[in-house]
């Protein structure tokens, strides 16, 4: 074994009755580094968790790409232009749907609402995997009503269960003797809850053959065209080869323009928590210095009498290094214990749980990634190392004869 580390895996491990105090000093910086690098892995984790799981749900929810006419008039041949754009290359599917503005009536309340037609295979987006209650089904029913899926917020709101008549009034303009809304009635037969209260509270889906009679558009017209790309990553070029295909009077947006203001949320979040926890280190690493100094202190007359047996200055100063870079490597490795505890915790029992109504999840998600693990043992690492040099200098430029003589 080398000498310096030798002789730093001896102060490191040795204990000393007279050296209790020291002892504990040694125990606060690694427990300091332990605390600071646990914090920041769980913080890096959280804020993934909080982004993978708010972009799931709006990727969900939404279709990737939408196509609309300006001043949302109706597309007349809606049909043509989803084969058109389904052939585009990156596009997954695309279709045409109806959206509009109606009031719905439960058995309990009446309530604003949007709803949505699509045709008979569903829609484009994962809206099945957030059914909570009841079966994603549009189908004629067998009282020949169409099945409607309402938010779960919507739900309760107008007191429905499943099974319940639902009965919907599209209104254009103010309702009058002359101007009776049309009216169409469905049987709820499922409800979805995504945790987004903007998508829970005032969204209604169904097939589009009774919205089309509610809104009285022809056979082939519809309001836009939903678009979902092969590649969840390729949404922004898919956005950009649809948006350049299909001109005025058809306007373009993609999903991260349509909820900029939740995605902006999410990456400030991203952007700023890792720094502010990241102090946690800084101020751990930097206590080493204290640290070291004392036991460089504590070690004074080890010092004096290692360099009159011929020990360089060189190897002292290594010594106090590997001893500050053991504090360093312990903490480090409680920390990460640490922080794979809390994963396992959080993962299996959702020890921390969350208003869903504010952060749009009911527990705090964690996702670690090893970048993480590597970037932040290496910070920890750098950052300790120098914060021990300026005692393992002082260490180094001690004076032996000053050293065998004091007290004398």
Known sequence: MNFTAYIARRYFWGSKRESRFLSFIKLMAIGGVAIGSAG???????????????????????????????????????????????????????????LGQVMI????????????????EG??????????????????????LHGIILGSSLTQTLGAEIGDRITVYA?????????????SQFRLTGVYQTGIARFDDNFALTHIQPVRRLFELGTLEASMIDINAVNMDNIRSVYA???DDTRFPFVTENVYQRYRNIFAWVDLQEETIPFVIAVMIVVAAF?????????????????????????????????????????AVSGLLMGTGI???????????????????????????????????????AVTILLCTLASWLPARIAAKTDPVAVLSFGK
């Open 171 to 183: 209104l254009d303009g103010l309702p009058s003797p002359l101007n009776s809304p049309e009216i």
């Open 241 to 243: 080869s649809v948006r």
């Open 123 to 144: 829609d484009v987006t994962r809206l099945r995997d957030y059914i909570s209650e009841g079966t994603y089904d549009i189908s004629k029913q067998q009282d020949g």
């Open 105 to 120: 009536q439960g058995p309990g309340e009446v309530s604003g609402t949007g709803i949505k037609g699509v045709p008979g």
């Open 339 to 377: 922080a794979m505890v809390f994963f396992w915790l959080q993962i299996n029992y959702q020890i921390i749980p969350l208003s869903e109504e504010n952060y749009y999840m009911s527990t705090v998600p964690v996702e670690p990634h090893l970048l993480d693990f590597v970037i932040v043992s």
């Open 40 to 98: 920041l892995l769980i913080s890096l984790s959280i804020v993934h968790g909080f982004k993978s799981t708010i972009n799931e749900k709006i990727l969900g929810f939404a279709p990737h790409v939408t196509v609309h006419s300006f001043m949302n008039d109706p597309i007349f041949r809606s049909d043509t232009l989803s084969v058109h754009i389904g052939d585009m290359p990156g596009v997954d599917v695309a279709q045409p749907v109806i």
């Open 287 to 327: 206590n080493l210095i204290g640290t070291v100094l004392m036991m460089v202190l504590e070690r004074v007359k080890d010092i004096g009498i290692l360099k009159t047996i011929g020990a360089r200055s060189r190897s002292i100063r290594q010594v106090f290094l590997l001893e500050g870079l053991y504090v």
